[in-house]
């Protein structure tokens, strides 16, 4: 097998500024308006997020009787200082089966007798929810990933 030597030249193109203005999404086009690229990474206040039915990870922790589990999101928090959890309702499951032997959803938030739910941001677009159960989890060993299956809503403030 042979190859031939080639030269390679330098083709670089300059571009055409009378067509800046027509580029797709104000890439190049240079009355961009910073506004609404921040918009379309960072939330602001009174920003919402929420999901439809999704699994999220985590685990067990403090003697069973603490879950925390992470939520990845679509935008930065550079800007928020606290979020409100409106809506988390799920299913938890985990190594042995449902946690609790409870399969329906459930509605952590009213159920304020048995869980308190407490939100840490833990990086630039990643929080961790963390319910604590005024008793011990069930059918589930300290220590073990665990899943909820549901319904998540957050405000940004």
């Given at each position: ?32 308006d ?67 032997s ?28 963390i ?5 011990a ?21």
């Amino acid at each position: 097998m042979s190859y031939e030597k080639q030269e390679w030249t330098n083709n670089i193109s300059t571009v055409d500024e009378t067509k800046m203005n027509h580029i797709e999404d104000g890439i190049y086009d240079n009355s961009i308006d910073i506004e609404a690229l921040y918009n379309k990474v960072l939330y602001k206040v009174n920003d919402t997020f929420s999901t439809s039915y999704t699994a999220f990870t985590g685990f067990v922790s403090n003697n069973t009787t603490e879950i925390q589990f992470s939520v990845v999101l679509p935008k930065r928090l550079d800007n928020i200082t606290t979020i409100t959890i409106t809506d988390l309702r799920g299913t938890l499951r985990g190594d042995k089966g449902y946690l609790n032997s409870d399969s329906t959803v459930h509605d952590f938030l009213t159920d304020t007798s048995n869980y308190t739910i407490t939100y840490a941001k833990k990086s630039e677009n990643m929080i961790v929810i963390i319910m604590n159960k005024s008793t011990a989890f069930t059918n589930v060993d300290n220590n073990t990933p665990v899943s909820i299956a549901g319904y998540i809503g957050l405000t940004f403030n």
